[in-house]
DNA sequence: CTGTATCCTCCAAGATACTG
DNA sequence: CAGTATCTTGGAGGATACAG
């Protein structure tokens, strides 16, 4: 996820194809969908398909999610078209986020990437407690 | 990618299964294999694979990595069982590094993504731009 | 060559308070 | 309810220097 971007970038025009080139966007992208906000949100809300999710109701099922990253999770989403967001001009004001085919077809990575994480975590932890011996 | 971690943790047992919960192991280990670094590191020893790729190479071929970040990065992917390493006595020392058959595992995953990534890449940024007019 | 040590900067994100 | 504004800080990570 997440992470510190790249010190500098000097030159412009986004060199397509080349990962390891820090200009390269696949790799920003990838830095992106690659924060943990990012794939729980992902989550919920392709797996709540096709429903639409509330504000609140997605602060509740993302545990320990501030409403200030929520809301900058949803923003980026949103602009990436990967979720829609939809007022309802009630009082109080009804916000409801849904994924869109693009956000849906994105879990679908993320998914695999989650599996692999669960098959994988007791061998993991057991290598790390085995080889930590001095 | 990394991210920064949960603020705290109080309670002790893992309760593995909940991907939700700000103890989950599973969470933790996405967010070590999310990272930007560790996401290169494995592409360049999954796709050498079966050589090995020694420190200064990978330093090469991971343009941007500082010494220390790919250091903390092997150590850490080591300890996992992702990669091995493999030290030559010689003067001076030559260090080898390549993927086990869990780093090989590991890569699968990680490719769908980039795959996905630079598929889709286009459609976002046209989205961007798009919704980006006020 | 393969790292470790040290210092330092900077910003992601938590806490808190507030608004339409 | 659904956010934004402001302030603060921990710690990731770059730069640099050095060691085995």
Redesign the pocket.
Same mark, same amino acid.
Do not use: H, N
């Given at each position: 996820?997440?992470?510190? *971007?790249?010190?500098?970038v000097t030159t412009s025009p986004p060199p397509r194809g080349d990962l390891f080139d820090p200009n390269c966007p696949t790799r920003h992208l990838l830095d992106r969908i690659g924060?943990?906000?990012t794939a729980m949100a992902i989550k919920v809300l392709a797996q709540a398909h096709p429903d639409e999710v509330?504000?609140?109701?997605?602060?509740r099922r993302i545990p *320990?999610?501030?409403?200030?990253?929520?809301?900058?999770t949803?923003?980026a989403l949103v602009a990436d078209g990967l979720l829609t967001?939809r007022?309802?001009a009630t009082v109080?004001?009804?916000?409801?986020?849904g994924a869109t085919p693009l956000g849906l077809s994105l879990d679908q990575p993320l998914a695999i990437l989650r599996n692999w994480a669960e098959s994988h975590m007791a061998e993991i932890d057991t290598h790390r407690r085995t080889s930590q011996a001095t």
């Open positions: 996820m997440p992470t510190r *971007g790249e010190p500098r924060d943990k906000w509330r504000f609140a109701d997605l602060r *320990g999610i501030s409403s200030k990253m929520l809301s900058q949803l923003q967001r007022v309802e109080p004001p009804a916000v409801w986020y």
